[in-house]
DNA sequence: CATAGCATGTAAACAGTTACATGATTAT
DNA sequence: ATAATCATGTAACTGTTTACATGCTATG
């Protein structure tokens, strides 16, 4: 079975939001699909030059003095090719949960290490989830009438139940642990 | 700042449980720690290889009739080797939800693909859920007394709040979706 | 005039998957 | 016999990160 690229899709579905820089797209990644998916920088303008060669978007050049942005816009087959990809069924996620690996062999680490890696995860998680409540809170005043809000909320409400059960298992094991 | 393997320390740790061969550890890891971490063939052998070569673990073949097995065991500078990374906090993890990043682009898919989409992540996370519940079980019957036993089961106690979440979350999209 | 942010990219190295290749042993 | 499982590995490709390289523009 042929692997499937998924930043390349990441990088079409940004686009039909609206026609964009590579350095806008890296802002609106953080502000948009943060929780769920990440690319790194290295990956983003290649997948652009990529995906302008295989005419799945367009570029124009937008001049401000010396200075040039090149905007990118989906086109037709682009966007062909997301709804496309939009109906394959998602491969099972291969997990790798770095605390866990480190917790599972918790027996031979050296003391109190556990525990202080458990309270960075709940600090991280604490943050997650305050977040996704505020991102939510903005999506129903601002989004709540446009079509894309029902999908949109569906994946930070993930992010936060994600956040909030590990807050919970965090204390479980805070307390197993002490 | 340098980058981690993290498919060695698992390898290592593994093999601080019991020596075992390539073979042999593909099959455990399957029985331990898969909720929460995975390493494909086409790593563990030549990661086996390397680290023998490092003199973090060693070899000694063992042979049956034409057929040898390699078992390796860790030494004690594997052990070392190990016990300093289990005290490294955990790189922020970068998360990779590809349902999530197709639900987010979900108006542009075709009808009835994102309930779809959600149904068979339902499955996959009840299958998770029941496994994981099994495990517990096991655990509490068989290695209750053993050292071992809080670091293993507060991992699959994770694995289980995970999907038992994600669950919720299934019916909440169905919901909405529908 | 220094600093932060805007803007685009490349190169090297490493990680990871998939498919291939080979052959022995055990159970049916 | 034949199928499943034991057993070890390689090669090719693709994905991904990190560090590097360059230079402009606005703000204090």
Chains 1, 2 share one sequence.
Not at 39 to 67: H, I, W
Not at 134 to 148: C, G
Request: net charge positive; charged share 25%.
């Amino acid at each position: 079975m042929a692997r499937i690229n998924k930043a390349r899709y990441a990088v079409l579905g940004l686009l039909t939001l609206e026609p964009m820089s590579g350095y806008d797209m890296q802002k609106a990644m953080h502000k948009t699909i943060n929780h769920f998916w990440s690319e790194s920088d290295g990956q983003l303008y290649p997948m652009l030059a990529k995906l302008t060669q295989e005419k799945l978007v367009t570029v124009t050049e937008e001049s401000q003095g010396a200075r040039t942005r090149k905007i990118y816009t989906i086109t037709k087959a682009g966007k062909k090719a997301l709804q496309k990809w939009l109906a394959i069924p998602a491969d099972p996620p291969s997990p790798r949960f770095e605390l866990s690996l480190k917790l599972f062999f918790g027996h031979l680490a050296p003391k109190g290490s556990n525990i202080k890696h458990i309270k960075l995860h709940q600090h991280r998680m604490q943050a997650s989830a305050d977040l996704c409540k505020q991102v939510i809170k903005h999506l129903k005043s601002e989004h709540a009438s446009d079509p894309k809000f029902t999908y949109w909320y569906l994946t930070v409400r993930s992010g936060y139940l994600n956040a909030k059960v590990q807050l919970k298992w965090c204390d479980e094991a805070l307390e197993l642990l002490k």
